[in-house]
Protein backbone atom coordinates (compact mmCIF):
# COMPACT_ATOMS: atom_id res chain seq x y z
CA UNK A 1 0.00 0.00 0.00
CA UNK A 2 1.23 3.46 -1.29
CA UNK A 3 1.52 5.91 1.45
CA UNK A 4 0.98 9.49 0.53
CA UNK A 5 2.66 12.55 2.28
CA UNK A 6 0.68 14.89 4.10
CA UNK A 7 0.88 18.32 4.09
CA UNK A 8 0.81 20.87 6.50
CA UNK A 9 -2.41 22.58 7.20
CA UNK A 10 -3.44 25.69 5.51
CA UNK A 11 -0.05 25.64 3.33
CA UNK A 12 -0.20 25.23 -0.55
CA UNK A 13 0.89 21.57 -2.05
CA UNK A 14 4.51 21.72 -3.36
CA UNK A 15 3.48 22.21 -7.18
CA UNK A 16 0.25 23.96 -6.72
CA UNK A 17 1.13 27.03 -8.83
CA UNK A 18 -2.67 28.79 -8.81
CA UNK A 19 -2.76 29.98 -5.33
CA UNK A 20 -0.14 33.16 -4.77
CA UNK A 21 -0.47 36.27 -3.18
CA UNK A 22 -1.62 38.16 -6.66
CA UNK A 23 -4.42 35.35 -6.92
CA UNK A 24 -5.82 36.21 -3.18
CA UNK A 25 -5.47 39.70 -3.69
CA UNK A 26 -6.84 39.47 -7.09
CA UNK A 27 -9.92 37.25 -5.46
CA UNK A 28 -10.12 39.90 -2.22
CA UNK A 29 -10.47 43.04 -4.69
CA UNK A 30 -13.68 41.03 -6.33
CA UNK A 31 -14.79 40.42 -3.29
CA UNK A 32 -14.66 43.94 -2.25
CA UNK A 33 -15.91 45.91 -5.21
CA UNK A 34 -18.80 43.42 -4.74
CA UNK A 35 -19.43 43.98 -1.35
CA UNK A 36 -17.38 45.98 0.50
CA UNK A 37 -15.08 45.23 3.26
CA UNK A 38 -17.29 42.78 5.33
CA UNK A 39 -17.24 40.70 2.22
CA UNK A 40 -13.52 39.84 2.32
CA UNK A 41 -12.93 37.60 5.12
CA UNK A 42 -10.64 34.58 4.65
CA UNK A 43 -13.01 32.47 4.50
CA UNK A 44 -15.19 33.79 1.46
CA UNK A 45 -11.67 33.75 -0.15
CA UNK A 46 -10.70 30.53 0.42
CA UNK A 47 -14.05 29.56 -1.17
CA UNK A 48 -13.79 31.63 -3.56
CA UNK A 49 -10.01 29.86 -4.34
CA UNK A 50 -11.08 26.34 -3.75
CA UNK A 51 -8.21 26.22 -0.71
CA UNK A 52 -8.40 26.81 3.66
CA UNK A 53 -8.51 29.93 5.29
CA UNK A 54 -4.99 29.16 6.39
CA UNK A 55 -3.74 28.87 3.16
CA UNK A 56 -4.62 32.41 2.18
CA UNK A 57 -3.30 33.36 5.28
CA UNK A 58 -0.34 32.33 4.00
CA UNK A 59 0.11 34.11 1.69
CA UNK A 60 -1.26 37.56 2.62
CA UNK A 61 -0.27 37.38 6.36
CA UNK A 62 -2.77 39.10 8.08
CA UNK A 63 -6.33 40.83 7.23
CA UNK A 64 -4.80 44.32 7.91
CA UNK A 65 -1.71 43.03 5.55
CA UNK A 66 -3.29 41.76 3.05
CA UNK A 67 -5.23 45.57 3.27
CA UNK A 68 -2.24 47.17 2.73
CA UNK A 69 -0.89 44.87 0.14
CA UNK A 70 -4.28 45.39 -1.93
CA UNK A 71 -3.78 49.19 -1.97
CA UNK A 72 -0.64 49.19 -2.90
CA UNK A 73 -1.26 46.93 -5.62
CA UNK A 74 -4.19 48.74 -7.18
CA UNK A 75 -2.18 52.57 -7.02
CA UNK A 76 0.79 50.95 -8.15
CA UNK A 77 2.60 53.35 -10.15
CA UNK A 78 0.14 56.44 -9.20
CA UNK A 79 3.23 57.90 -7.78
CA UNK A 80 5.04 57.83 -10.94
CA UNK A 81 5.97 60.89 -12.52
CA UNK A 82 5.93 60.94 -16.43
CA UNK A 83 8.96 61.82 -17.92
CA UNK A 84 7.15 63.82 -20.26
CA UNK A 85 5.01 67.33 -20.97
CA UNK A 86 5.04 69.80 -18.95
CA UNK A 87 4.99 70.50 -15.56
CA UNK A 88 0.91 70.78 -15.39
CA UNK A 89 0.16 67.46 -17.73
CA UNK A 90 2.37 65.56 -15.15
CA UNK A 91 1.11 66.11 -12.34
CA UNK A 92 -2.74 66.10 -13.82
CA UNK A 93 -1.75 62.62 -15.43
CA UNK A 94 -0.61 61.05 -11.69
CA UNK A 95 -4.10 62.83 -10.26
CA UNK A 96 -6.08 61.54 -13.39
CA UNK A 97 -4.55 57.62 -12.90
CA UNK A 98 -5.26 57.71 -9.11
CA UNK A 99 -8.94 59.20 -9.52
CA UNK A 100 -9.43 56.49 -12.03
CA UNK A 101 -7.88 53.76 -10.18
CA UNK A 102 -10.30 55.38 -6.93
CA UNK A 103 -13.49 55.57 -9.20
CA UNK A 104 -13.25 51.89 -10.21
CA UNK A 105 -12.86 50.70 -6.89
CA UNK A 106 -15.15 52.95 -4.70
CA UNK A 107 -15.03 50.29 -1.61
CA UNK A 108 -11.05 49.90 -1.38
CA UNK A 109 -11.33 54.41 -1.02
CA UNK A 110 -13.93 53.78 1.51
CA UNK A 111 -11.54 51.54 3.76
CA UNK A 112 -8.32 53.64 3.27
CA UNK A 113 -10.20 56.92 4.25
CA UNK A 114 -11.43 55.09 7.09
CA UNK A 115 -8.01 53.90 8.33
CA UNK A 116 -5.04 56.02 6.58
CA UNK A 117 -2.56 52.89 7.94
CA UNK A 118 -3.30 51.74 4.70
CA UNK A 119 -2.13 54.16 2.55
CA UNK A 120 0.60 53.01 0.18
CA UNK A 121 3.82 54.70 -0.69
CA UNK A 122 2.63 55.12 -3.90
CA UNK A 123 0.18 57.10 -2.65
CA UNK A 124 2.56 59.21 0.02
CA UNK A 125 5.01 59.78 -3.66
CA UNK A 126 2.01 61.09 -5.30
CA UNK A 127 1.79 64.03 -2.36
CA UNK A 128 5.65 63.93 -2.84
CA UNK A 129 5.35 65.05 -6.43
CA UNK A 130 2.52 67.76 -6.31
CA UNK A 131 4.67 69.23 -3.47
CA UNK A 132 7.65 69.35 -5.76
CA UNK A 133 5.64 70.98 -8.55
CA UNK A 134 5.14 73.29 -5.82
CA UNK A 135 8.12 73.94 -4.75
CA UNK A 136 8.85 74.55 -8.91
CA UNK A 137 6.14 76.86 -9.69
CA UNK A 138 5.59 80.71 -8.47
CA UNK A 139 3.99 80.04 -5.52
CA UNK A 140 5.25 81.39 -2.48
CA UNK A 141 7.13 79.22 -0.27
CA UNK A 142 5.16 80.36 3.05
CA UNK A 143 1.94 79.44 1.29
CA UNK A 144 2.65 75.84 -0.81
CA UNK A 145 1.93 73.51 1.94
CA UNK A 146 -1.62 75.38 1.76
CA UNK A 147 -2.03 74.73 -1.88
CA UNK A 148 -1.28 71.43 -1.57
CA UNK A 149 -3.75 70.72 0.84
CA UNK A 150 -6.25 72.61 -1.35
CA UNK A 151 -5.47 70.35 -3.69
CA UNK A 152 -5.56 66.91 -2.01
CA UNK A 153 -8.75 67.83 -0.23
CA UNK A 154 -10.06 68.30 -3.56
CA UNK A 155 -9.26 64.86 -4.79
CA UNK A 156 -9.97 63.15 -1.83
CA UNK A 157 -13.18 65.00 -1.94
CA UNK A 158 -14.17 64.19 -5.05
CA UNK A 159 -12.85 60.47 -4.95
CA UNK A 160 -15.34 60.75 -1.25
CA UNK A 161 -17.96 61.38 -3.10
CA UNK A 162 -17.43 59.50 -5.91
CA UNK A 163 -17.13 56.10 -3.67
CA UNK A 164 -20.09 56.99 -1.38
CA UNK A 165 -22.38 57.43 -4.52
CA UNK A 166 -21.11 54.21 -6.61
CA UNK A 167 -21.54 52.31 -2.96
CA UNK A 168 -25.56 53.09 -2.98
CA UNK A 169 -26.13 53.28 -6.68
CA UNK A 170 -23.93 50.73 -8.06
CA UNK A 171 -25.53 50.77 -11.39
CA UNK A 172 -23.39 53.64 -11.97
CA UNK A 173 -19.93 53.30 -10.59
CA UNK A 174 -17.59 56.20 -11.05
CA UNK A 175 -20.00 59.10 -10.36
CA UNK A 176 -20.30 61.20 -8.02
CA UNK A 177 -23.33 62.22 -7.88
CA UNK A 178 -23.65 62.97 -11.92
CA UNK A 179 -20.26 63.46 -12.14
CA UNK A 180 -17.46 62.24 -13.88
CA UNK A 181 -13.50 61.79 -14.23
CA UNK A 182 -13.58 64.48 -17.08
CA UNK A 183 -15.74 66.91 -14.05
CA UNK A 184 -12.61 66.29 -11.39
CA UNK A 185 -9.90 67.01 -13.94
CA UNK A 186 -12.03 70.31 -15.01
CA UNK A 187 -11.85 71.23 -11.57
CA UNK A 188 -7.94 70.16 -11.59
CA UNK A 189 -7.19 72.02 -14.16
CA UNK A 190 -8.83 75.34 -13.16
CA UNK A 191 -7.01 74.61 -9.45
CA UNK A 192 -3.80 74.24 -10.92
CA UNK A 193 -4.39 77.51 -13.09
CA UNK A 194 -4.28 79.36 -10.08
CA UNK A 195 -1.42 77.55 -8.78
CA UNK A 196 0.70 79.92 -11.68
Known amino acids: MATTKKRSAGRPAKGDTHLNTDAVLDAALVLLDGGGDAAVT ?7 LGVTPMAVSHHVGSRDEMFV ?6 YAG ?3 VPTSGTADERVRSMLEQYMERACAHPNLVQCVFADPSLMSGELTRLTDAIRE ?3 ASEVPEQHRETVLGVVVDYTHG ?6 AYAVREPRDPGA ?3 QTIDDYLRGLDWLLGRVE
Open 176 to 178: ARG
Open 69 to 74: ALVAKV
Open 78 to 80: VGD
Open 158 to 163: FASSSA
Open 42 to 48: FRALARA
Open 133 to 135: YLA
